[in-house]
């Protein structure tokens, strides 16, 4: 039931990637030009240019903001990740496995869990 599960979540969020992998793009794209803006901004001497690279910026910055979809496909990313790492990840939990050891804390622990199910 486990890896049905991981299944079923990691194909939503495939398929949420997908659907917002071209928001991304851009929201990385702009990103970057924000970026090269900013040091065209700094390296600007003279008031006009620091005035068009502003407006530039803030043109940009709105692109950018436009793609708040693209943190949805972030988060899908983020998602499959884990599910790609919990895919094999077996449950060792140490309470509940049995251990061969007559130490009697070992023991109730393991009995005070089997009740608790």
């Not at 499959?80 to 109730?108: A, C, H, M």
């Amino acid at each position: 039931m486990k890896k049905f599960m991981l299944f079923a979540g990691g194909l939503v969020a495939l398929l949420l990637l997908l659907a917002n992998l071209g928001s991304m793009v851009l929201l990385g794209l702009s990103v970057w030009l924000l970026y090269i803006v900013f040091k065209k901004f700094v390296r600007s001497e003279s008031i006009f240019g620091k005035i068009g690279w502003a407006i530039l910026g803030l043109i940009i910055a709105s692109i950018a903001f436009s793609n708040l979809y693209a943190v949805i496909g972030l988060v899908a990313a983020y998602a499959l990740y884990v599910i790609y790492k919990n895919w094999n990840k077996e449950d060792d939990d140490p309470v509940v496995r049995v251990i061969e050891d007559d130490d009697p804390f070992t023991n109730f622990e393991r009995e005070w869990a089997e009740l608790n199910k």
